[in-house]
T-cell receptor
Framework: KQEVTQIPAALSVPEGENLVLNCSFT??????LQWFRQDPGKGLTSLLL?????REQTSGRLNASLDKSSGRSTLYIAASQPGDSATYLC?????????FGSGTQLTVLP | EAGVAQSPRYKIIEKRQSVAFWCNPI?????LYWYQQILGQGPKLLIQ????????DSQLPKDRFSAERLKGVDSTLKIQPAKLEDSAVYLC????????????FGSGTRLTVV
């Protein structure tokens, strides 16, 4: 059974800092990994989708990497802004389903 | 492209009452999912449809939860009777249906059972 862990559970940083969110998974037989953002009381917004054959994906200030063999992914956020404050969830797609971590709650202080 | 539509956005009911949620996926997306997200946790899959057939409902509490996807488009998730522990956000997602496709989620329905 696939298990996804996200560390840290919560993170608070001052505006302008670069930061890294971590995601690990137990079964490396995956098709892809997707990073989502969730604002309080809202649904999930897809940020980046990395296929199992890819090493990284970039979108604006966001960069996600994937090391399938070691079961790890990182989400790098450059020059953080207060508007980046949200919960970030990673989800791993196996043949059976999409399995989520519990998320990292990020607060960027002005 | 229109996103995944869900309604209602919020619902408050008393325990033992029934409730229904509605989802309209992105046009052309064959696969539809219902997830339950309890506060502080990641979403958990309840049921997956491929067109109008059920692919996976192994985590759906079938004694009280039911779901259908008529004509392979809209879907309805029902809870009857509701329990306090059903308080959660119910998320609908859709995808094209291929294993390498990403998921698109709706805004969710926040259910509070009192």
């Amino acid at each position: 059974k696939q298990e996804v862990t996200q560390i840290p559970a919560a993170l608070s940083v001052p505006e302008g800092e670069n930061l890294v969110l971590n995601c690990s998974f137990t079964d490396s037989a995956i098709y892809n990994l997707q990073w989502f953002r969730q604002d309080p009381g809202k649904g999930l917004t897809s940020l980046l989708l990395i296929q199992s054959s890819q090493r990284e994906q970039t979108s604006g200030r966001l960069n996600a990497s994937l090391d399938k063999s070691s079961g790890r992914s990182t989400l790098y956020i450059a020059a953080s802004q207060p508007g980046d404050s949200a919960t970030y969830l990673c989800a791993v797609r196996s043949a059976r389903q999409l399995t989520f971590g519990s998320g990292t709650q990020l607060t960027v202080l002005p | 492209e229109a996103g995944v539509a869900q309604s209602p956005r919020y619902k408050i009911i008393e325990k033992r009452q029934s409730v229904a949620f509605w989802c309209n996926p992105i046009s052309g997306h064959a696969t539809l999912y219902w997830y339950q997200q309890i506060l502080g946790q990641g979403p958990k899959l309840l049921i997956q449809f491929q067109n109008n057939g059920v692919v996976d409902d192994s985590q759906l509490p079938k004694d009280r939860f039911s779901a259908e996807r008529l004509k392979g488009v809209d879907s309805t998730l029902k809870i009857q009777p509701a329990k306090l522990e059903d308080s959660a956000v119910y998320l609908c997602a859709s995808s094209l249906g291929f294993l390498r496709d990403g998921y698109t989620f709706g805004s969710g329905t926040r259910l509070t059972v009192v």
